[in-house]
């Protein structure tokens, strides 16, 4: 049966994700991916054109996993609750795991190979910014919030950095937490929520 390119596509993306929890990004190589694919690599060399092309196409496809817009029938909540919605990333257990491990990877490919870097950074923090910041703007123009001559996108940043700065924390002193999935998961909500507060309270019209 004749396999068409969005399929064959998927195949290897869906590979490489699997790579990726038993690998270190380093070893992960186009023959690799090809083997796991159960595809020639003269075959996937017609898929995407490099290693780099098709790493930044996995974390592309991992971040629009994990972070999503609001979905239409939540246009209407109010502020607070839109921004926690953003901000509630869809869980990848099978990505969870080594995440920290995987930031550290594309870190440190980041000077040979800025592609795959730029890509995670684009598609995984650039798009919830994004995101973030329409419903700021919106709020600003509604006179719901002040932004303190920030724009949307400045205001936007701040929130994210405020929600995620543990993870240069991680990165440098690896293993420090030995939290189990649950009080993680507690543990990251509440974070949120207090970001969420703390953000509100400083923009909020006086």
Known sequence: MQIDHETREAMVLDAVG?????CRLEDISMSGIARKAGMSKRTLYTIFASREELLGATFARIGQRIFRPL???ERDLP?????????TLNEMPQFEQGAVEVLRAVIAEAPIHP?????????GRGALISYISAELAC???SG??????MTATEAAELLVDMMMGEVLHDLLIPN????????????KQMRR?????VFLEGVRVR
């Not at 592609?115 to 598609?123: F, S, T």
Request: overall charge negative.
């Open 115 to 123: 592609g795959i870097a730029r890509q995670w950074d684009a598609e």
């Open 139 to 141: 709020a600003a123009e």
């Open 79 to 87: 502020l607070v609750e839109r921004l926690d919605k953003l901000l």
């Open 18 to 22: 699997e790579l990726l929890m038993q």
């Open 71 to 73: 979905a239409p029938e």
């Open 193 to 197: 929520r207090r970001a969420v507060r």
């Open 144 to 149: 719901e919030v002040t932004l303190h001559e």
């Open 176 to 187: 420090e937490r030995h939290l189990d999935a649950c009080h993680a998961r507690e543990d």
